[in-house]
């Protein structure tokens, strides 16, 4: 079966803009995790959605947001994008909330870099 | 605040076996112990869990010590292949912890 997928798999964008990524879940998965990572913070949980709700959110600004579509595939948006928020971005999937492990699915990320 | 520590590289010979270990000496009588491994560019790569006994599968075994302060991660026989980093990562409140992880070296 397909994995998870995100698009695009690389990005720059300029100090200031705004950027949309997406994760695609395995198909069945309801549950989306974000996660960003940088050679300095490592990964760090950004926030998880199920069923449309946001269930967990991580230690960031207001400016990462996100969101789920009714086919659970998710988006995250970063407004006024700063050069701190070049990293990679991944996506978890799993069938729900708690289901971790090997029901638990990383996509190969986005990596942004801000110029 | 890290709820597991890592030594941050190890190497290992081919066909040897690779010990990795992990202290969470933090984490609660109730949360499980998951190690992920990360290959260059990809995302990570569920390996294998633990509670409180010992775990194996295809991949790897864990051997979690009795007063659940530390673990060991065992890959059997060690291949070029198995050259990436390995987190011990707790999962709380439907949160994963992701350490700095180990970045294994195996040598041929």
């Known amino acids: 079966k397909a994995g998870v997928t995100q698009t695009p798999r690389y990005l720059i964008k300029t100090r200031g803009q705004q950027v949309t990524l997406s994760c695609s879940p395995i198909s069945g998965h309801r549950s989306v995790s974000w996660y960003q990572q940088t050679p300095g913070q490592g990964l760090q949980f950004l926030f998880e959605y199920f069923s449309e709700t946001q269930r967990n959110k991580g230690n960031f600004p207001g400016r990462f947001s996100g969101r789920q579509f009714s086919n659970s595939r998710s988006e995250m948006n970063v407004s006024t994008l700063e050069l701190g928020d070049s990293a990679l971005y991944l996506c978890?999937?799993?069938?729900?909330?708690?289901?971790?492990?090997?029901?638990?699915?990383f996509g190969s990320g986005t990596r942004l870099t801000v110029v | 605040d890290a709820k597991t520590t890592q030594p941050p590289s190890m190497d290992c010979a081919e066909g040897r076996a690779a010990n990795l270990p992990c202290n969470h000496s933090t984490i609660s009588g109730n949360e499980y112990v998951y190690w992920y491994r990360q290959i260059h560019s990809q995302g990570p790569q569920y390996i294998i869990h633990g509670l409180k006994n010992n775990e194996t599968n295809e991949m790897a075994s864990l051997i979690i010590t009795e007063d659940r302060k530390s673990s060991t991660l065992i890959l059997p026989h060690a291949t070029l292949r198995d050259t990436a980093v390995y987190y011990c990562i707790s999962l709380t409140g439907n949160q994963f912890y992701f350490g700095t992880g180990t970045s294994l070296t195996v040598i041929p």
């Open positions: 978890a999937s799993s069938l729900a909330p708690g289901i971790v492990g090997y029901g638990y699915t």
